[in-house]
């Protein structure tokens, strides 16, 4: 699996150019922004967000939407502001979101400005360009195509054509029973579409397979897929490999390696509460540093800010369509 397809997944700024070309300080405030909401950090990731989306970057200008729109459990006058500057220059996902927003506050007001377009008006708009790229070849635009249009068919050719999200979707969906399957057809699907995104690079696919992997008692695979989570940066499983590694417990057979497990729960203090990990890492830490000396403590300290500059950042991988 290439590491560069997991900052692609994990931050689409790194690796692509919006319309609007940034400054070196813009665009390090931007890549600053997207590794909060990452971390469900919005509140700290609007003001890094802003300083980009103000410059006309659409990536930015889309999450700093995702941001005050979540943060407040509504659309906001300020967050459609920002969805439509991001649609203006064509972001679909920007579209979905307007499209699918009913009873925002401009609504419930009744004062949506007349030469506003309505929410029917944006999925209508995001039909006609996605369903050419996807028809074209396009996986992603075939994903984008199923969140319109809600066809199981659009997601099983996004999930063919090799787009890791598509494929994890593909899998729940087996497992949630949506479709009738004998059993052991159903088995094999989940199992299938697991895997391939997990060789796709996504992270929650990634531990999916190795579960499944673990039931067949297939550890050496559990093991290979749970350390490859954890090299992603999925921070979940940063703290379960961290633990299993410092053997509290040791329960995977994983090599005993006290200063690197250490140092992974370590790490993870930086998310200062995004995502609700502080408690485990914070009552975790001790009970490592109980089999420790001073002098290693230091030295998994010091490894830590190693990984931090070799490894993607931590993230939860939250979906960009968030509900």
Request: with cysteine.
């Amino acid at each position: 699996m290439s590491i560069h397809l997991v900052c692609a997944l994990l931050i689409t700024a790194l690796s692509s150019s919006a319309l609007a070309q940034l400054s070196q300080k813009e665009q390090a405030a931007k890549v600053r922004g997207l590794i909060l909401y990452n971390q469900y950090k919005t509140v700290t990731a609007t003001p890094f967000l802003t300083v980009a989306a103000e410059a006309g970057d659409y990536e930015a200008q889309y999450f700093l939407a995702e941001s005050l729109r979540t943060k407040n459990h509504y659309m906001t006058t300020e967050a459609r502001h920002w969805y439509e500057a991001a649609a203006a220059q064509g972001d679909l996902y920007a579209m979905i979101q307007l499209g699918r927003s009913k009873n925002d506050i401009c609504d419930l007001k009744n004062d949506r400005p007349k030469d506003k377009k309505k929410p029917v008006e944006w999925l209508n708009e995001a039909r006609d360009l996605a369903k050419p790229k996807a028809e074209a070849g396009d996986a992603e635009a075939m994903y984008i195509m199923y969140e319109l249009m809600l066809e199981k068919s659009w997601l099983a050719k996004s999930a063919s054509a090799g787009f890791a999200l598509a494929q994890y979707w593909m899998a729940v969906g087996y497992k949630q029973g949506d479709e009738f399957l004998l059993p052991w057809k159903r088995t094999e699907a989940i199992e299938k579409w697991f895997k391939a995104s997990a060789e796709g690079g996504y992270p929650k696919s990634m531990m999916e397979y190795a579960a499944i992997l673990y039931e067949k008692g297939d550890m050496d695979g559990f093991r290979h897929w749970n350390e490859q989570a954890a090299l992603a940066g999925y921070a979940s499983t940063v703290y379960g490999h961290g633990s299993d590694l410092a053997h509290e417990p040791d329960k995977y057979g994983f090599p005993f390696d006290i200063i690197k497990g250490y140092a992974l729960v370590y790490s993870l203090r930086e998310l200062d509460g995004g995502g609700g990990i502080q408690a485990r890492v914070e009552s975790k830490l001790p009970k490592i540093a109980a089999k420790m000396t001073p002098e290693q403590i230091i030295e998994a300290k010091e490894f830590a800010q190693k990984w931090k500059i070799t490894h993607p950042p931590l993230s939860f991988f939250p979906d960009k369509l968030s509900r």
